[in-house]
């Protein structure tokens, strides 16, 4: 039995193991494509960030931006874990108290929540409302004197400072649809209506600069720039956040380019700044959502048809594709995969892996090397449990796949796959 690791990859007998399973087998008993999620990883994970906190003492909170991944059984992991979760939908919320999660530890954003999901968020009692706009602000105020009842609100922010990261991806620059704007004094007229309003309790401010960042400086900026906020509605207001929200974005390795940052080296870099700036330290709260599950997720897919053009390209054809990880046709986001079956063979070519649907611009990874293959083959996708189910579509009637939870070497299905009779479930007669 030859057990191996190669770039943080466990392989045994030549199989990929996750979380100490064969992924050969989980494809056999759970059929592809599978996104298979190692559980072990993402609270190793949870904990990196909070011993991180506990070195540089300070007073946090992680709350797990739960679009990256919103099924029941994550929830109940959160909830095991004993962190808050972010959710931005009425059924993101539906989800979560579904799973039981405690509503005292939800936060609930969103650039254009509806009255009916604030009144849902309300009688549920979340434990914050981030408030993005004057029209919410109104909506909330309304419901709360209707429904008699006080809730805890943030104010969502745009710092003015931009990412670097993907275009869709930046959300800190001024010209972005949330929060309100520092610099034109939108925030101070959002402050004062809050601090007004006896059914709101303002618990501190927030600001996410944007998603997939790599180095510290953009954090450690935006840290900077919230106590340089805090400091002005101190002096405006009298009013010192009791949290201040960085929100989430710390980016992950989806390939030999990617040098994300470690949890240490960025808390440490904004407890280093947050102590500088200011002798009281409100609590910090941070909003990861990729890198608590993206690192930890497969994806698996049987290989099927190959088109070898002479002198130009291979194509390599898997039986699922832009259906269950949208990112690399909207983000061109890269991606690397191992052929799960196969793991201790030579690469002998470079092929495009190319996903089912019927429409060109459907290549999971443009250049994949890769062992001799064959149809039946089980190709794992790698890092792809953030965005990628949560992002999961039916394109051409294909079905979701199912979702598989491994840990401590048991496995156990957590999302059923769709069925065609799924499929047409809300389809009327005409
Ligand atoms: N907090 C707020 C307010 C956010 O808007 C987001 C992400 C997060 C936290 C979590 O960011 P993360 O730690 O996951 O980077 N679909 C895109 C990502 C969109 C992110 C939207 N907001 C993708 O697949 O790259």
Redesign the pocket.
Known sequence: MEIMIIDDLTSKNGHLMIGGIDSVDLAKKYGTPLYVFDIDQIRSQIKEFKSAFEKANLKYQISY?S??FAVKAIYQVMKQENVHI?VVSGGELYTALQAGFPSDKISF?GNNKSYDELVMAVQNHVGVIMLDNFHEIELLSNILKNEKQQIKVMLRLTPGISAHTHR??Q?GQTDSKFGFDVESGQADKAMKLVLEDSNMNLLGIHA?IG??IFGTQGFVMLAQKMVEIAKRFQEKFNYWPEVINL????GISYNENDDPITANEFISQIATELKQQCDQVPEIWI?????IVGPAGYTLYTIGSRKDIPNLASYVSVDGGMGDNI?PAL?Q?KYEAVVANKMDRKNIETAHIAGKYCESGDILIDQQQLPETQPGDILAVLDTG??GYS?AMNYNRNPRPAVVFVEKGQSKLVVKRETYQDLTSLDLDY
Request: hydrophobic share 25%; no cysteine; proline share 4%.
């Open positions: 931006a679009k990256a972010d954003h869709y991806d959300t996410h998603s997939q929100g989430g974005g710390f909003e990861p959502g990729r890198s990112r983000y986001a953030a965005y992002m």
